[in-house]
């Protein structure tokens, strides 16, 4: 596998469900983002790590909740979301956030979320 | 807070012609960099092309290409001989300098619908 993945690439689920989406990207890039795609809203920042650690969070509701086990792996973990968290969450990576040089960041193909 | 316009919710062209795609943005910044990506119909995210605000030289890459003028906040992206394949939701997107945590933030336009027509 190249690049950066998700899955799974469609996840249908209940208000009182939880589930897990999951980024690998295998670049050997240590930062690692989530973005939200809504119908009519611009791509939205969520949450930001870099070497493992939480840099960013853009004031995203409780209800979503990400893990960073290490700088190739990144999941967001939802529970009890609501319908309008259906949407287009896409990841993305770059490299060496910290080094000064603003890097290229590099997308999944998304997972696209239905609640119900 | 840095803001990105994309005037042109959808454009529609003949295959081989030449589009031209707007973009402008409001920052404070002196130093940032600007994207264009593409999102084709499989909603993968795909950098087009990247421009440092330091640079003077319109970047390039292969069909397409910018054009930057740092004192309006414009960048707009050309693509020169249109191809089926380059019918797809196009993003102008603005990244902020490295803040002290070395987070990075993209701030997206709402995006331009090309339909390149045979």
């Known amino acids: 596998e190249t690049g950066v993945t998700q899955t799974p690439r469609h996840l249908v689920m209940g208000m009182t469900n939880k589930k897990s989406l999951k980024c690998e990207q295998h670049l050997g890039h240590n930062a690692m983002y989530w973005y939200k795609q809504s119908a009519k809203k611009p791509l939205e920042l969520m949450f930001v790590?870099?070497?493992?650690?939480?840099?960013e969070n853009n004031s995203v509701p409780s209800r979503f909740s990400p893990e960073c086990p290490n700088s190739s792996h990144l999941f967001l973990h939802l529970h009890t979301l609501q319908p309008e968290d259906s949407a287009l969450y896409l990841c993305?990576?770059?490299?060496?956030?910290?080094?000064?040089?603003?890097?290229?960041?590099?997308f999944g193909p998304g997972t696209r979320l239905l609640v119900l | 807070a840095q803001t990105v316009t994309q005037s042109q919710p959808e454009m529609s062209v003949q295959e081989a012609e030449t589009v031209t795609l707007s973009c402008t943005y409001d920052?404070?910044?002196?130093?940032?960099?600007l994207f264009w990506y593409k999102q084709p119909p499989s909603r993968q995210m795909i950098l087009v092309i990247r421009q440092e605000a330091y640079k003077q030289q319109n970047a390039t890459e292969n069909r397409f290409s910018v054009n930057f003028q740092k004192a309006a906040k414009s960048f707009s992206l050309k693509i020169s001989d249109s191809q089926l394949g380059d019918t797809a939701m196009y993003f102008c997107a603005f990244m902020k300098p490295l803040m002290i945590q070395g987070a990075q933030k993209l701030v997206f336009g709402q995006g331009t619908r090309l339909t390149i027509n045979p």
């Open positions: 920052t404070s910044e002196s130093n940032y960099y």
């Open positions: 993305a990576s770059s490299q060496d956030a910290a080094s000064g040089y603003q890097e290229t960041q590099y």
């Open positions: 790590y870099n070497f493992k650690e939480q840099t």
